[in-house]
């Protein structure tokens, strides 16, 4: 069903999903874990890492402050840096859990867990220099020099950076990773390539092409992730794309589709609003009226819907349904302002499904609606030609 998603692909997708979770919390993309990767890659290369391995290595580089936002949430401090994130020891924890559910090629353990350890045991875990995994003690070496010399604007100072971590041969870090690091500091590439308009780049040079397409077990294991995490931005809509999922099932069910088809349609329900993690928790959580801006904010998750989708290389009919759930019949959706003819049976049912969906739940402003209520609201939808009169009918017999 999904011949074009593999390992590599969900990992570069799930890196600007990252981005937009930075956005939320620190206001900004900083690049931050694809420069810790790229470092940890360069010094994986020289110690003579397999391709597997490099490419475990570099998931687990890019995914290793995963747990930053559940730490986050945790905490009263509404003045939020990247620093700060950095220390609280949760986000290692909250990290590894969510690590734990991507398939590693290598069989490796708790990368993510100590990937604050230091060489003379002064880390969260107090391990020490041998109980440390060795991608941990990479990660680790690389978030230190990623913080300190390159978060904001990169200056050529390998001097610096070479006397610093000399310093911390030995305490922070074991002395034999400290000089390949060094050596590394010296290129002039190495510094190119970690600037912000370059990094992208740099990923695709160093990160093997492992070419394991996913198995569809492990494709839904990691959107279930996704579309949790999709929920679990607002306490409004907490249950949303996990409703809608067992609705869409209950409905490819009742339509007798393929099961082909059911895995598809079920696919695109779980993640048909993934763009909303781009959309700040403060707006989602408003709780009045929102004002235009911000609704326009809110209506273009649909279109990072479809960038991230296809970025995953998630089959079409999946992406086209997905991004078409607010596409209405009469042309006054978004963000395409589709009209019937370019909308096909399973958008429309998406698009009807997830209005259903959205008046059985609370929202800020209201609490959630009796199903005649539902009804009656639905009919008029029909009726001004928004959604299919077909479609409702149909799920008025499911779901009376
Ligand atoms: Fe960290
Ligand atoms: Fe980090
Ligand atoms: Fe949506």
Same mark, same amino acid.
């Given at each position: 069903?999904?011949?074009?998603?593999?390992?590599?692909?969900?990992?570069?997708?799930?890196?600007?999903?990252?981005?937009?979770?930075?956005?939320?919390?620190?206001?900004?993309?900083?690049?931050?874990?694809?420069?810790?990767?790229?470092?940890?890659?360069? @010094?994986?290369?020289? +110690?003579?890492?397999?391709?597997?391995? &490099? !490419?475990?290595?570099?998931?687990?580089? $890019? *995914?290793?402050?995963?747990?930053?936002?559940?730490?986050?949430?945790?905490?009263?401090?509404?003045?939020?840096?990247?620093?700060?994130?950095?220390?609280?020891?949760?986000?290692?924890?909250?990290?590894?859990?969510?690590?734990?559910?991507?398939?590693?090629?290598?069989?490796?353990?708790?990368?993510?867990?100590?990937?604050?350890?230091?060489?003379?045991?002064?880390?969260?875990?107090?391990?020490?220099?041998?109980?440390?995994?060795?991608?941990?003690?990479?990660?680790?070496?690389?978030?230190?020099?990623?913080?300190?010399?390159?978060?904001?604007?990169?200056?050529?100072?390998?001097?610096? @950076?070479?006397?610093? +971590?000399?310093?911390?041969?030995?305490? &922070? !870090?074991?002395?034999?990773?400290?000089? $390949? *690091?060094?050596?590394?500091?010296?290129?002039?590439?190495?510094?190119?390539?970690?600037?912000?308009?370059?990094?992208?780049?740099?990923?695709?040079?160093?990160?093997?092409?492992?070419?394991?397409?996913?198995?569809?077990?492990?494709?839904?294991?990691?959107?279930?992730?996704?579309?949790?995490?999709?929920?679990?931005?607002?306490?409004?809509?907490?249950?949303?794309?996990?409703?809608?999922?067992?609705?869409?099932?209950?409905?490819?069910?009742?339509?007798?589709?393929?099961?082909?088809?059911?895995?598809?349609?079920?696919?695109?329900?779980?993640?048909?609003?993934?763009?909303?993690?781009?959309?700040?928790?403060?707006?989602?959580?408003?709780?009045?009226? &929102?004002?235009?801006?911000?609704?326009?904010? $809110?209506?273009?998750?649909?279109?990072?819907?479809?960038?991230?989708?296809?970025?995953?290389?998630?089959?079409?009919?999946?992406?086209?349904?997905?991004?078409?759930?607010?596409?209405?019949?009469?042309?006054?959706?978004?963000?395409?302002?589709?009209?019937?003819?370019?909308?096909?049976?399973?958008?429309?049912?998406?698009?009807?499904?997830?209005?259903?969906?959205?008046?059985?739940?609370?929202?800020?402003?209201?609490?959630?609606?009796?199903?005649?209520?539902?009804?009656?609201?639905?009919?008029?939808?029909?009726?001004?030609?928004?959604?299919?009169?077909?479609?409702?009918?149909?799920?008025?017999?499911?779901?009376?």
């Amino acid at each position: 069903m999904n011949n074009r998603i593999t390992s590599r692909s969900i990992l570069f997708s799930i890196t600007s999903l990252l981005d937009y979770m930075e956005i939320d919390i620190l206001d900004e993309i900083t690049n931050h874990g694809r420069r810790v990767a790229y470092i940890s890659l360069r @010094i994986g290369e020289r +110690l003579g890492l397999s391709k597997d391995e &490099l !490419f475990d290595l570099g998931r687990f580089a $890019i *995914l290793h402050d995963i747990g930053g936002a559940k730490s986050i949430s945790e905490q009263t401090n509404s003045l939020v840096d990247r620093t700060l994130l950095e220390n609280y020891q949760s986000h290692c924890v909250y990290g590894q859990t969510i690590a734990d559910f991507f398939p590693s090629l290598t069989n490796q353990h708790d990368i993510v867990l100590y990937h604050h350890e230091n060489y003379d045991g002064s880390g969260f875990f107090g391990k020490k220099d041998d109980e440390i995994p060795l991608m941990s003690k990479l990660i680790c070496m690389s978030d230190y020099l990623e913080l300190r010399y390159f978060s904001k604007h990169s200056k050529y100072v390998p001097e610096q @950076i070479i006397s610093d +971590l000399k310093q911390q041969s030995g305490i &922070l !870090f074991n002395p034999s990773l400290v000089e $390949i *690091l060094e050596n590394l500091a010296r290129e002039m590439t190495f510094w190119l390539d970690l600037d912000n308009a370059n990094i992208d780049f740099a990923i695709h040079k160093h990160l093997p092409a492992v070419d394991d397409p996913l198995s569809t077990r492990d494709l839904f294991t990691i959107a279930e992730i996704i579309s949790a995490t999709i929920d679990s931005k607002s306490i409004f809509t907490n249950i949303h794309s996990k409703g809608l999922a067992e609705k869409a099932l209950k409905v490819a069910n009742f339509c007798k589709f393929s099961s082909v088809k059911t895995r598809q349609f079920h696919l695109a329900a779980l993640l048909h609003d993934i763009g909303k993690l781009i959309v700040s928790t403060k707006i989602l959580n408003k709780n009045g009226p &929102l004002s235009p801006e911000e609704k326009n904010i $809110i209506r273009q998750h649909v279109y990072y819907t479809e960038k991230t989708l296809i970025l995953m290389g998630i089959d079409t009919n999946v992406v086209r349904w997905a991004s078409n759930h607010h596409e209405k019949l009469n042309g006054t959706g978004y963000p395409k302002g589709l009209h019937a003819p370019e909308l096909d049976f399973e958008s429309r049912v998406l698009c009807a499904l997830d209005v259903f969906q959205a008046l059985t739940e609370d929202r800020p402003y209201r609490t959630a609606f009796p199903l005649d209520k539902a009804w009656d609201i639905l009919d008029k939808m029909v009726m001004d030609n928004e959604l299919d009169s077909e479609i409702v009918s149909i799920i008025k017999q499911i779901f009376s």
